[in-house]
């Protein structure tokens, strides 16, 4: 890694571990090649964040932070209501495309340690009841216009996130079974962000 003299020691580890961690997990990632790549020695590793379970903590946080500041993508913004769910629904694709490899750190590491996912919800608290109340609010109001068919915010929250996460979650098998090139990949990312939100808002028609 080359030397930037605006980022500091910590930050190069810290980014340094995040890219290790998304490739290999927790399990598969050392502090000593962590701090042969910084080019740094390991006790800095720790003088900066004591064990590489602390350091983990501290990418899984910065990625959960992403992904629940796109879920409140639009919460309060003076927009309609289809704008909100399609500029949510966009911004949640662009979180994971610019992280492709977060899902498969998130469900590896909730489903084989517990404490992280009691960790993660002590991180986010009492957001996720927020924003489905608040969103549950809104579906409310639309539906009693009659702009959308009756739906739960946890049910849109889900369908969101689902179609959302699919191609990111399958792109290794994807394009080994079809052959895919990376470029005509990048044009399948690009056409799926569109096709979800068109799928979303017209699941929501009366």
Do not use: W
């Not at 946890?154 to 079809?178: E, G, R």
Request: aromatic residues 8%; glycine residues 4%.
């Amino acid at each position: 890694m080359k030397p930037d003299k605006d980022i500091t020691n910590e930050q190069r580890i810290l980014d340094t571990a995040e890219k290790l961690f998304l490739d290999r997990g927790f399990a598969l990632t050392s502090t000593t090649e962590i701090a042969r790549i910084v080019g740094c020695n390991q006790a800095l590793v720790h003088y900066y964040f004591r064990t590489k379970e602390r350091l983990f903590d501290a990418v899984f946080e910065k990625n959960a932070s992403q992904l629940v500041s796109a879920f409140i993508q639009g919460l309060e913004e003076n927009i309609s209501f289809e704008e909100k769910i399609r500029r949510k629904t966009e911004t949640i694709y662009e979180t994971l495309k610019a992280n492709p490899k977060m899902p498969f750190l998130f469900f590896n590491e909730l489903n084989t340690n517990s404490n992280r996912l009691h960790l993660l919800k002590e991180k986010i608290g009492d957001l996720p009841g927020v924003l489905i109340l608040q969103m549950e609010s809104e579906l409310k109001a639309e539906i009693e216009k009659g702009t959308i068919r009756p739906i739960t915010a946890l049910d849109l929250m889900l369908t969101i996130l689902s179609l959302n996460l699919v191609l990111f979650m399958a792109s290794p098998v994807l394009k080994v079974i079809t052959g895919m090139s990376e470029a005509d990949f990048q044009v399948l990312l690009e056409n799926r962000k569109r096709e979800n939100v068109t799928v979303i808002l017209k699941s929501l028609r009366p």
